[in-house]
């Protein structure tokens, strides 16, 4: 089966710069895509194919992906931003998430 | 507005069965495939299964921890995606979400679908 593989969690401070890795086998021939969760509510689609993001997603949102691991960036990060991050991507036709980040903004 | 909205959910003892209800509104539920993710209290997002339109065969996939014991349907006459849970476990309590796949019809890679919307969740707890 395959895997993907997120830290538990990530701290920053408000209007900096927060990164969320993503890893797994030859991630970069597959399209990631990353869902924001906050406390109590279903998860949202923040970027898909690896770098695009959906209407209502603030520029600050930005994805990459190559090689084994993506990235969702989140820059001048805000405290609403503090949230749970889920990657994704598709192992043909089973879908695999990551474990989740917890990103902290303090 | 695309909006889903699960139903079904409660207290159910091991062994027993329980179906899901996942109504859509807002786009035309014939179009798309539809998938349910579920996550264990204080757990990560776990995809439990989709079935795929009717254009392209309806069938489904299911992971390896539900397959042989749960199964997705769809009435498309009712924007209804509905989950069947045979044999419940313990280990089976979740929030259980309805969202729906969309697909990129072409890309450069090979499979380019994502889960959007999702709909609020129903939480089903098994326990005696």
């Known amino acids: 089966s395959y895997d993907l593989t997120q830290p538990p969690s990530v701290s920053v401070s408000p209007g900096q710069t927060a990164s969320i890795t993503c890893s797994g086998n030859?991630?970069?021939?597959?399209?990631a895509y990353w869902y924001q969760q906050k406390p109590g509510q279903s998860p949202v689609l923040v970027i898909y194919?690896?770098?695009k993001r959906p209407s209502g997603i603030p520029e600050r949102f930005s994805g990459s992906n190559s090689g084994n691991a993506a990235t969702l960036t989140i820059r001048g990060t805000q405290a609403t931003d503090e949230a749970d991050y889920y990657c994704?991507?598709?192992?043909?036709?089973?879908?695999?998430f990551g474990g989740g980040t917890k990103l902290t903004v303090l | 507005e695309v909006q889903l909205e699960e139903s079904g959910g409660g207290l159910v003892q091991p062994g027993r069965s329980l179906r899901l209800s996942c109504r859509g509104s807002?786009?035309?539920?014939?179009?798309?495939?539809m998938s349910w993710v579920r996550q264990a209290p204080g757990k990560g997002l776990e995809w439990v299964g989709f079935?795929?339109?009717?254009?392209?065969?309806?069938?489904?996939e299911n992971a390896a921890s539900v397959k042989g014991r749960f199964t997705i349907l769809r009435d498309d006459s009712k924007s209804t995606a509905y989950l069947q849970m045979n044999s419940l476990k313990t280990e089976d309590t979740a929030v259980y979400y309805c969202?729906?796949?969309?697909?990129?019809?072409?890309?450069?890679?090979?499979?380019?679908?994502?889960?959007?919307?999702w709909g609020q969740g129903t939480l089903v707890t098994v326990s005696s």
């Open positions: 969202t729906r796949i969309v697909v990129a019809l072409s890309a450069p890679k090979e499979v380019s679908n994502w889960f959007d919307p």
């Open positions: 079935i795929r339109r009717k254009g392209h065969g309806g069938t489904t």
């Open positions: 807002g786009f035309t539920f014939g179009d798309y495939a």
């Open positions: 030859k991630l970069g021939n597959k399209y």
């Open positions: 994704q991507a598709w192992d043909t036709i089973t879908a695999v």
């Open positions: 194919q690896d770098t």
